[in-house]
């Protein structure tokens, strides 16, 4: 049996080497390496794969975000609504920004903030929620849009983990991920769905308010900031993402086969909860994620770890307790499901690359562990 990996990016970069190739040797040749025509190509390529009218690439997901906020013109001090479990760069921007988080709780099922969570710590200092998809399964959006007009406050999209994941939106059309929020972003960092080769991020715009807005600036002087960011994204890395977006979907879908191998392995016992899938999404498992008992994860990933299968707790803090804003007097038990979260979760190999012989194992593996400390 080869080595189990937690990720693959060798193979996926060999099955498309000819075109990838191809697409390198184009950018060097045309020597346009800043003023990035393939940049912008990438660009209009995301915005038709996305369905969204305004896409501007720019270095990465943070700068994504603080282009998104900055966009948003949201006064200094204002609160915005983030998630307690999840990925803790997305509140460092808001830091950054001046701006202050607000934490709320996430749904146990999905991991991601709902209506409901969100409604609990609304006030009338918000002025954004940011709903983050995670692992690959996009939050509720038609539901936090309605609470977002609602509240008269600005829905973001953080479409990072779920790149490619279909939505929902009103009257049940299929919209893909980003394309819901009034703006969204997307990082295209290596270890994000794309698996790119360097980093990278992009801004998604949806509203047609803040179209207008950007298109009135589009003087080279405003802009917020994006006319010279978007040059920020590598002319190979974008060279590189275009040639994958078109692979996504095929790759998406032999992630999935994999889901199901787990899903059906697992399926027949009550000591692990396999990802849910929420019937308003589709799920593209950008880990495959379990919930176990608290007190059986970190034994359980070190029998893996032991038996050299990688595993890996993405979050192990809720972001509300993280020392660094011990100054806004959150505490243990405000928010309980992102805190038991942090406990319960483990992430599995995921990646197109897993034979039947390493699931098999794997699966044996945590059946075994489980089986024996329950
Ligand atoms: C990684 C990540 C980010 C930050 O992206 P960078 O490109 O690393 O700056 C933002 N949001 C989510 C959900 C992420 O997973």
Not at 7 to 18: D, E, R, S
């Amino acid at each position: 049996m080869e080595d189990i990996r937690m990720t693959a990016t060798k193979a996926p970069y060999a099955k498309l080497k000819q075109e990838l190739d191809a697409a390198f040797s184009a950018v060097m040749e045309s020597m346009h390496l800043e003023e990035g025509p393939h940049v912008q190509h990438f660009a209009q390529s995301l915005k038709t794969y996305l369905q969204v009218p305004r896409v501007v690439p720019c270095v990465n997901g943070k700068e994504a975000l603080r282009l998104a906020l900055s966009v948003l013109q949201l006064p200094a001090g204002a609160e915005v609504v983030v998630p307690a479990f999840g990925d803790a760069s997305v509140v460092e921007v808001l830091l950054q920004s001046e701006l202050k988080p607000a934490f709320a709780d996430v749904d146990a099922a999905t991991f991601t903030l709902t209506a409901s969570s969100v409604e609990k710590v609304v006030s009338p200092h918000t002025a954004a929620i940011i709903a983050s998809h995670l692992f690959g399964q996009p939050a509720s959006m038609h539901e936090l849009m309605q609470l977002a007009r609602q509240h008269n406050v600005w829905l973001i999209e953080d479409a990072t983990q779920a790149l490619g994941a279909a939505l929902k939106g009103l009257d049940d059309v299929l919209l893909k991920a980003g394309a819901m929020g009034h703006i969204g972003l997307t990082s295209l960092f290596p270890i994000k769905p794309m698996l790119s080769s360097g980093e990278g991020g992009a801004v998604l715009v949806n509203d047609k308010e803040l179209i207008t807005q950007l298109e009135g600036r589009n003087d080279g002087q405003h802009m917020y900031g994006f006319t010279e960011s978007q040059y920020k994204l590598g002319t190979l890395d974008a060279a590189m993402l275009d040639v994958k977006l078109k692979y996504m979907k095929a790759f998406n879908e032999e992630k999935e086969k994999v889901a199901r191998y787990y899903d059906t392995a697992f399926a027949d016992t009550e000591l692990v909860h396999t990802p849910y899938r929420a019937s308003y999404s589709s799920h593209v498992y950008h880990q495959y994620s379990l919930k176990v008992v608290p007190e059986t994860r970190d034994g359980l990933q070190e029998y893996l770890r032991d038996n050299f299968i990688p595993s890996v707790v993405y979050y192990p803090e809720p972001l509300h307790l993280l020392t660094s804003f011990t100054h806004y007097s959150y505490k243990a038990g405000d928010f309980p499901v992102s805190e038991e979260l942090c406990k319960s979760v483990l992430s599995l190999p995921m990646h197109t690359e897993l034979k039947q012989d390493q699931l098999e194992y794997i699966c044996h593996h945590v059946l075994t562990y489980l089986n024996r400390h329950s």
